[in-house]
């Protein structure tokens, strides 16, 4: 990695004074655990002429339950944190899942909210410091014709990466909302809007934020009562190791039959892939094996797997039928 000057503001408003407002300005970089952006550090994939942590900002840990059930989580508070979080496990299981889903402990530890959320993508040929991929300013997704076992087979084109937070299908299954400071000031958004496919934003971002822009913070709304959650993730490894496919999934039931669900894939898209149509389609239905065979095949269609990731299709249908049995 090449030098760097290393700048540790004390409030929030002089870390975005320190950021770069266009997005494609490379020449500052924004640190939380710093797990990703170390990586990146070492394999050239940025050279900043400055980086600027967050860990001086007093405020950004907070973790709390307010008045009316919502809960704010601050973009600091470590995955270790929440998923530990006794009222985070017994209100909202999705997200603690997700939280206890990530890396190994050690990488809990350090990892951040903030820090999963804005994580860039794990495709080999991005993190390969000697390929020029699209993602980087190339003229192809490498991916798209080359090795793409891992990639996207849904909302793909004309890049193929997924989405690697875990954090991000629970956090849009319960329609939570982030918090964005710049200097210009702040505005607050559905973390669904948050992220966006290639297609949409170029294939070098994977989100709206602005370089100068510094997530402070993710608040979730309070659930209609009754709601029981899950995350269900499959890895090739059985401890550190990012998604091949996930299920985020609320469900609310009664007298027997489901009242009302949210369903975000994670893994195999470049965004969180909600599915309304899916949800849709469950309410009503009592969970059974046409309701779950019903429930994968809406779910995934659309899907257009590339020459090595067809097996996500019955992975994420599996993992949907285990979600959606446990919630019975």
Excluded at 231 to 245: I, M, T, V
Aim: net charge neutral; hydrophobic share 45%; charged share 20%.
């Amino acid at each position: 990695m090449n030098a760097f000057a290393w700048q540790r503001p004390g409030t929030v408003a002089q870390a975005a004074a320190l950021l770069p407002s266009d997005v494609d300005d490379r020449s500052a970089a924004l640190m939380a655990g710093g797990q990703d952006l170390l990586t990146e550090l070492r394999n050239h994939l940025v050279e900043p002429e400055r980086v600027v942590s967050l860990k001086g900002v007093a405020g950004l840990d907070a973790l709390r339950f307010e008045s009316d059930g919502s809960l704010v989580i601050g973009a600091l508070v470590t995955l270790e944190r929440l998923a530990a979080d006794a009222q985070v496990r017994a209100r909202l299981a999705v997200l603690a899942e997700a939280a206890l889903s990530v890396g190994s402990p050690q990488i809990r530890a350090a990892g951040t909210v903030g820090g999963n959320l804005n994580q860039r993508p794990r495709c080999w040929y991005y993190r390969n410091e000697a390929m020029v991929c699209l993602k980087k300013g190339g003229d192809e997704c490498f991916a798209q014709s080359g090795m793409n076992k891992y990639n996207a087979i849904l909302g793909g084109g004309p890049s193929y990466i997924v989405h690697p937070s875990d954090l991000a299908p629970a956090l849009v299954a319960l329609s939570a909302e982030a918090t964005l400071v710049s200097p210009r000031g702040a505005r607050t958004l559905k973390l669904e809007d948050f992220y966006k496919l290639p297609s949409e934003v170029g294939p070098q971002r994977e989100t709206v934020r602005a370089g100068d822009e510094v997530m402070t913070e993710v608040r979730v709304p309070a659930p209609a009562p009754g709601m029981r959650s899950t995350y269900a993730k499959f890895k090739e490894r059985g401890s550190y190791d990012w998604a091949l496919s996930a299920v985020a999934l609320c469900l609310w039931t009664s007298g027997g039959a489901i009242a009302d669900a949210r369903l975000v894939l994670g893994g195999v898209a470049p965004k969180p892939w909600r599915t309304p149509s899916t949800e849709a389609l469950l309410k009503g239905r009592v969970v059974d094996d046409e309701t779950c065979r019903l429930a994968g095949v809406e779910a995934l269609r659309g899907a257009a797997p590339l020459a090595d990731n067809g097996y996500k299709i019955p992975l994420t249908q599996g993992l949907l039928t285990r979600a959606l049995r446990s919630l019975s």
